[in-house]
Structures are given as structure tokens and as C-alpha cells.
């Protein structure tokens, strides 16, 4: 699967806008790209996830670049919490049965009153 | 959405023990299931692919015969910590991948294993 590189950490004020940016210029053709979060001391949750288009749904949008070298993760009105590790993931989407799935530091955001 | 149930929450043991952790498809059939450990303030570390019916595989450095893995059928798999030691205190989280539509990975709440 293709690295990623994210922020280590960001701060949003609440009810602003949070974009979270995601690097990953070695995405192949057949990858997408997915992003989960994790609040303290739960395990990882769904977020969105695209391919080439952009994708929005009832948590938030994803913006994927043309060349889709990298995206950015859009919460249209962060609130305290959406405080949580942030976690950009690029896989092949294929039915196998060793896709695995590796995650890398993630962006901590915090979201603040 | 898919719900992922991992049981216990939280297990505190004496060392030398073994703990046993539950992880169940509540609403699927996951053929794959992950198992992840993480310690504070760290990401998340792969352990293992669990696929139903066979032996798991392990990541690189993780010893198979202290994590036994058991995917015995389409909706459970188990780790068990065998002899357990203050060192293998962490969270562990298990994920069951949905095959159907673009394979979201679903994962439980997570075990929050501590070794006394």
C-alpha cells in the first residue's frame, strides 16, 4: 500500500471548518483512499473514502487532487467532539484476503471552544 | 452501519495468565478479521489477518504462540494472550472487513488489557 504523510497535529476552532491534508503522491491507480478517526480510548471509525471524484456524506467531505498525489478531509463545522486521531489510509479496494490494512501516526486534532 | 463487538472492554490479570479476547461480526460475515495492539499516545500496530478457516498470519516480530488466533467461523475470532506479562499491557483492537460494496473496515471498541 502507498505511505502517507499527514500533520502531526492541528487545531480548529469550533464551528469552523476543519481540513485535515493528506499526502500520498505514491497512490497507484487502483488505490483509494480512506480515512478513519479514533477518540481516545475507542477503536477506529469510518469516515469517507474515494477514489478520483470528490465524496461527501453525512460526516464529511473528501477532496481528492486531479494527479491524486493528495487529498484533504473537510468537517464543515468541527465541534468539541470531533476532537480525535485522524487517520489517512490508501489500499487497493480488491477482494483478497491479505489486504491489510496499516496505519500510520494519523493528525491529532483538537478542537477548541 | 456493520457493527463490530469486541468483549471485554477491559480485563486486568496477574502475570503468567492467559486472557482471552472476543471479537464478533454482529450483522456480517467477515472471512478476514485484524487484530491491532496499540500503546499510548502510538498508532495503531497489525498483529495479525485472521481469515476463517485457516491459520492466521502474523506480522513480522510478533510471536504466534503467545497470540493464538482462532477464526472459527464467519463471525468470531479470538486472541488469546498466553502467559501474560506486565509488557503485553495495551489496547487491543480487532477489525472485521465487510466484503460487500467497497470493503469498509469496521473495528470494535477495543480490550484494554493491563498485567499486574
Known amino acids: 500500500d502507498a505511505k502517507t504523510t499527514q500533520p502531526t497535529s492541528m487545531d480548529c476552532a469550533e464551528g469552523r471548518a476543519a481540513n485535515l491534508p493528506c499526502n500520498h503522491s505514491?497512490?497507484?491507480?487502483?488505490?483509494?483512499v480512506y480515512w478513519y478517526r479514533q477518540i481516545h480510548s475507542q477503536g477506529p471509525q469510518y469516515i469517507i473514502h474515494g477514489l478520483k471524484n470528490n465524496e461527501t456524506n453525512e460526516m464529511a467531505s473528501l477532496i481528492i487532487t486531479e494527479d491524486r498525489k493528495s487529498s484533504t478531509l473537510i468537517l464543515p463545522h468541527a465541534t468539541l467532539r470531533d476532537t480525535a486521531v485522524y487517520y489517512c489510509i490508501v489500499r487497493v479496494s480488491i477482494k483478497t484476503s491479505y489486504d491489510k490494512v496499516i496505519f500510520g501516526p494519523g493528525t491529532s486534532l483538537s478542537v477548541i471552544p | 452501519g456493520a457493527v463490530v463487538s469486541q468483549h471485554p472492554s477491559r480485563v486486568i490479570c496477574k502475570s503468567g495468565t492467559s486472557v482471552k479476547i472476543e471479537c464478533r461480526s454482529l450483522d456480517f460475515q467477515a472471512t478476514t478479521m485484524f487484530w491491532y495492539r496499540q500503546f499510548p499516545k502510538q498508532s495503531l500496530m497489525l498483529m495479525a489477518t485472521s481469515n476463517e478457516g485457516s491459520k492466521a498470519t502474523y506480522e513480522q516480530g510478533v510471536e504466534k504462540d503467545k497470540f493464538l488466533i482462532n477464526h472459527a467461523s464467519l463471525t468470531l475470532s479470538t486472541l488469546t494472550v498466553t502467559s501474560a506479562h506486565p509488557e503485553d499491557s495495551s489496547f487491543y483492537i480487532c477489525s472485521a472487513r465487510d466484503v460487500i460494496g467497497h470493503e469498509k473496515l469496521f473495528f470494535g471498541s477495543g480490550t484494554q488489557l493491563s498485567v499486574l
Open positions: 505514491t497512490i497507484s491507480g487502483n488505490e483509494y
